[in-house]
């Protein structure tokens, strides 16, 4: 649909996604505070909201903009970067209207998900995990799939730590991502992993760090069972 990135705004973005940001239609990532502002400013040269409306949502940190925005879900999907990405966006007229006529139902269950994250994170379970993701060359006119790694690490979030570095369980080039509660059950699945436990003080103190907190895992995991060991294949 998109050779020769016909039909795309340069190499970031497909033209109606340039078009819907345009219009306060954009990514989750892109909903920031300057373009909150910049719509509100356009929501009340419009006299889309009340001027009471317009004040309210000024005070309204972007956090919850977002939960609002994935309250409501997508209003469209557009093709974004050099792989053709089908990327969520959110209208900003939509959130607003959303915020201003459920912002009670919409605070107290946004309190509600502080809560539980404060409580899950300090009482953090970690686990091991594989993920196997696209590794891509080429150029950005001719992008190629060269091959995939497989990499082995601790998932904390959506996060799993390796000996490399760190990758999103969720991005869109990974394809695929195994959980365990065990290195037992990882070396089990993945035997190419097994016997790598050099790398495991130094993760568990990387995130001890990040989490400025004890660590607990699932599973019989015990301190001489990390592995950060990656294998690539075609």
Not at 76 to 86: A, G, I, K, Q, V
Request: proline share 2%.
């Amino acid at each position: 649909m998109f050779k020769n990135q016909r039909g795309y705004n340069g190499y970031s973005r497909s033209v109606r996604s340039a078009e819907a940001i345009e219009g306060h239609e954009m990514p989750l990532s892109m909903i920031t505070k300057d373009r909150i502002d910049s719509f509100l400013r356009d929501a009340k040269e419009e006299e889309y909201h009340k001027i009471a409306d317009i004040y309210f949502l000024q005070t309204l940190p972007v956090s919850i903009w977002k939960f609002a925005a994935k309250d409501l879900g997508r209003s469209s999907w557009h093709h974004t970067s050099s792989r053709y990405n089908r990327t969520d966006h959110f209208c900003l007229y939509s959130i607003s209207e959303h915020l201003v006529e459920n912002y009670g139902d919409i605070a107290k269950r946004y309190k509600n998900l502080k809560e539980n994250e404060k409580r899950e994170k300090e009482n953090k379970v970690l686990t091991y995990g594989v993920l196997k993701v696209e590794i891509w060359g080429g150029t950005r006119n001719r992008p190629k799939l060269e091959g995939h790694e497989t990499m082995a690490g601790i998932i904390d979030g959506d996060w799993l730590y390796h000996e490399g570095g760190r990758n999103n369980i969720y991005a869109n080039k990974t394809v695929e991502r195994h959980e365990f509660d065990s290195y037992g059950d990882l070396v089990k699945a993945f035997p190419q992993f097994k016997g790598t436990v050099k790398t495991f003080n130094k993760i568990i103190n990387y995130i001890h760090d990040l989490l400025g907190k004890f660590i607990c895992f699932s599973g019989d995991f015990s301190c001489n069972e990390f592995i950060g060991h990656k294998s690539r294949n075609n």
